[in-house]
C-alpha cells in the first residue's frame, strides 16, 4: 500500500489526471492477483481499467541480462524501448510503469542487494533511457542516481562526498547568479522563471567518464536554469548571460536550430564567473 501511494504522488507531482492516479494504487492488486482486471471496469471505469492493463502487460518485458555483451545489451534495451512505445495506445501507461520502477527503486534501496541490483541494471538499460526519450526530466534524474548508487555505490558515495564538502559554499554562489539574472532580465523586460539546479549525480560521473577527468575540471557542478515564454528571449537571455559572465569555448549548444529527438528545445551554455 505505502509503494502505491508512493507511486501515486510521483504521477500527481507531475500533474496527471484522477484516473492514472486511480490506476496506480490499484495496479498492485492486479499484480498480486487479489483481483482480476476485468473487474475494475465497473466500479472504476473502462478508462482505469485499460491503464491499469496496459501497465501489467508492460510487466512481461524484462532487460537484457548483464552478463550479454555490452554492445548488445544496449542494442537489445533500444528496441525494447521502442517495443514498449509502440505497444502502447496511452502514454500515461508508461509514465505509470515509469513512476512504478521509482518508487519500487527507493523501496529497493534499503532491501535485498541482488533484487536491487537486478532492478538497477534493468532501469539503467531500459527505463532511464525511456524517461529521457519522453523527457520526463524528474524521473530520468532519479533513475539514474538510484541505478548508479545500486551498482557503483563506491563510485556514487565518492561523488556524493565531492559535492557535500562545498554546498553551502556552491548553494550560496547560486544564490548570487540567480538574484544577478533575474535583474538584469527584469531590466531587459523578459519575463523569465530563474532556478537554480543541483546537478545530479548520475550525470555528473557520465561526464567524468566522458571526458576522462576529475571532478574538479568539470565546468557545469553548478546549473542554473531560465524558462521563457518565446523563443526570441531565450538568445536574449542567452545575449545577457554573456555579456555578465564570459562563454567557455566548445560549451555551447543550440537544441532550438536543432531539437533532440524528443523536442527537447532549449540552449546550453557554460561560463566562468
Not at 547560486?174 to 522563471?193: C, F, M, P, S, W
Amino acid at each position: 500500500a505505502e509503494r502505491a501511494l508512493g507511486t501515486a504522488a510521483i504521477l500527481s507531482s507531475l500533474k496527471l489526471d484522477p484516473a492514472t492516479l486511480h490506476a496506480a494504487l490499484l495496479l498492485p492488486l492486479v499484480q498480486a492477483r487479489v483481483i482480476d482486471v476485468a473487474a475494475l471496469a465497473g466500479p472504476f471505469g473502462t478508462d482505469v481499467a485499460d491503464l491499469v492493463a496496459g501497465v501489467a502487460r508492460m510487466d512481461d518485458i524484462r532487460a537484457t541480462p548483464a552478463d550479454v555483451a555490452a554492445a548488445h545489451r544496449e542494442a537489445q534495451a533500444e528496441n525494447l524501448r521502442k517495443m514498449l512505445l509502440a505497444m502502447v495506445e496511452d502514454i500515461r501507461v508508461v509514465l505509470i510503469k515509469l513512476a512504478e520502477r521509482t518508487q519500487a527503486m527507493r523501496f529497493l534501496m534499503g532491501g535485498d542487494e541482488v533484487a536491487r541490483r537486478h532492478a538497477a541494471q534493468e532501469i539503467a538499460d531500459l527505463f532511464a533511457p525511456l524517461a529521457n526519450r519522453l523527457g520526463v526530466w524528474q524521473l530520468k534524474w532519479e533513475l539514474e542516481d538510484l541505478s548508479l548508487r545500486a551498482l557503483e555505490p563506491d563510485t556514487y558515495r565518492r561523488i556524493a562526498r565531492l559535492l557535500d564538502e562545498r554546498r553551502v559554499d556552491r548553494e550560496r554562489y547560486i544564490d548570487d547568479v540567480v538574484a544577478t539574472l533575474r535583474r538584469e532580465l527584469g531590466a531587459a523586460g523578459i519575463k523569465a522563471e530563474v532556478t537554480g539546479r543541483p546537478k545530479h549525480i548520475h550525470s555528473i560521473w557520465t561526464k567524468m567518464q566522458r571526458k576522462q577527468a576529475g571532478i574538479e575540471s568539470l565546468y557545469d557542478i553548478r546549473a542554473v536554469r531560465v524558462l521563457v515564454d518565446e523563443v526570441k528571449d531565450c538568445y536574449a537571455a542567452l545575449g545577457i548571460v554573456h555579456h555578465l559572465w564570459t562563454p567557455l569555448p566548445d560549451e555551447f549548444d543550440d537544441y532550438i536550430a536543432k531539437p533532440k529527438a524528443n523536442d527537447y528545445r532549449s540552449l546550453h551554455t557554460a561560463v566562468t564567473g
